[in-house]
């Protein structure tokens, strides 16, 4: 977030209105409505873990075991077993 000085951007009207209540502190507007970017998205690691997620599927299936997955991917037995009961759900529901 960069700052920007409201004199060069808003309209006089509005700096005066905006003056009555702040005077020379930092005040943030916030975007409208919901506009926020979901977690992950913006940096590629939502995609990023979804696509290792896969993997680990994919490598199961074809007969690695739990213990080799945790190995390869530095994840707890947990982790391993709710990714692949997730992708069974998934799987289940299609």
């Given amino acids: 977030m960069k700052y920007i000085n409201g004199k060069d951007i808003l309209p006089e009207h509005l700096l005066e209105q905006l003056q ?3 005077q020379g502190e930092l005040l943030y507007v916030p975007k409208k409505g919901n ?7 913006l940096n590629g690691t939502r995609t990023m ?17 739990i ?10 037995e947990d982790s ?3 990714i692949l009961n997730q992708r069974r759900a998934l799987m289940s529901a299609e």
């Fill in 80 to 82: 391993i077993r709710k």
């Fill in 49 to 65: 873990i979804w696509n290792r997620n896969r993997e680990i599927c994919r490598k199961y299936e074809e007969g690695s075991t």
């Fill in 20 to 22: 009555r209540y702040v």
């Fill in 35 to 41: 506009s926020r970017a979901g977690w992950g998205t």
């Fill in 67 to 76: 213990q080799e997955l945790m190995e390869r991917y530095h994840l707890s």
